[in-house]
């Protein structure tokens, strides 16, 4: 399940993303991530056989208030090969909205990542090829970037098509109160 910023949020972004060391083309990919891509993931369910109870349980999140975000600041996820900068999301209302989705998962018996949640927007898997320092620079300008804020007013269930360009479709859609 996700939620994509609106466009002119995703513009603002980009234009500071265009800026970071990662974004500078190399002879080896870094994996950027374009902005019609980019999104927060509520909850990740992975395969599921029936899409009927993951239908449901996003429909059950209809009553759930829409929270405002916006991204500000950034980290790293992941070791190695498997790092993959991003940029977090600010937001005083954002958690109600994470804690209503993995109990609606829970009563439609879906199985989901119950790892903490971190919001975050993915910007890029670079793995190891940033050096330390345009790592370090880019993090830097991460953590000084404050973007536009924008309503959450809507969450899709997704289904990933992951590889080196991963595609996302989207399944079904519920607009949040």
Do not use: N
Not at 147 to 174: F, I, Q
């Amino acid at each position: 399940m996700a939620a994509y910023p609106p466009q002119d949020v995703r513009e603002h972004f980009k234009s500071m993303v265009d800026g970071l060391a990662v974004a500078r083309p190399r002879e080896r990919s870094v994996r950027l991530a374009p902005p019609e891509r980019w999104h927060l993931t509520v909850a990740f369910i992975g395969d599921v056989e029936d899409e009927t109870a993951a239908v449901e349980a996003l429909g059950e999140l209809a009553g759930t208030a829409a929270p405002t975000v916006r991204i500000a600041g950034g980290k790293t996820l992941g070791r190695g090969q498997f790092r993959h900068l991003v940029a977090e999301l600010e937001s005083d209302d954002l958690t109600p909205l994470g804690l209503a989705v993995r109990q609606a998962l829970k009563r439609c018996r879906l199985p989901f990542d119950r790892r903490p949640w971190q919001p975050h927007l993915t910007i890029a898997r670079p793995g190891v090829m940033l050096s330390r320092e345009e790592l370090a620079g880019d993090l830097a300008m991460l953590a000084a970037y404050r973007g536009p804020r924008w309503r959450v007013d809507e969450v899709r269930l997704m289904r990933s098509h992951l590889g080196p360009k991963p595609e996302y479709d989207t399944l079904a859609t519920v607009t949040l109160a």
